[in-house]
């Protein structure tokens, strides 16, 4: 099984704990697809145009484009609640 091991960048040891990976999605085709904007410069027209591939390689679903309110913390409960309701597949990333 793929698993992640977290590292601490403020140097404090976060443990042994491993987390599995989600299951990887095959196909992309008919998928709801959200795009998670880290709030960083060029994040937005990166993640549209990724987006704008990948619709017309395979034919994505509903695309949904979020955006986190700060690049350097997590996104807030409610954007999180929203990935969920509307998310098959994230795709999010950096910008500068």
Same mark, same amino acid.
């Given at each position: 099984?793929?698993?992640?091991?977290?590292?601490?960048?403020?140097?404090?040891?976060?443990?042994?704990?491993?987390?599995?990976?989600?299951?990887?999605?095959?196909?992309?085709?008919?998928?709801? =697809? &959200?795009? !998670?904007?880290?709030?960083? /410069?060029?994040?937005? #027209?990166?993640?549209?145009?990724? *987006?704008?591939?990948?619709?017309?390689?395979?034919?994505?679903?509903? =695309? &949904?484009? !979020?955006?986190?309110?700060? /690049?350097?913390?997590? #996104?807030?409960?409610?954007?999180? *609640?929203?990935?969920?309701?509307?998310?098959?597949?994230?795709?999010?990333? &950096?910008?500068?």
């Amino acid at each position: 099984m793929n698993t992640v091991r977290l590292v601490d960048p403020t140097g404090a040891h976060p443990g042994d704990q491993r987390f599995p990976l989600a299951p990887r999605t095959r196909d992309l085709r008919g998928k709801r =697809v &959200v795009l !998670l904007d880290n709030s960083k /410069a060029n994040s937005e #027209p990166i993640l549209r145009a990724i *987006a704008r591939i990948l619709d017309a390689e395979v034919g994505l679903g509903e =695309v &949904v484009h !979020l955006r986190k309110h700060s /690049a350097s913390l997590p #996104p807030r409960p409610e954007v999180l *609640a929203e990935v969920r309701r509307h998310a098959d597949v994230v795709i999010t990333g &950096v910008g500068d």
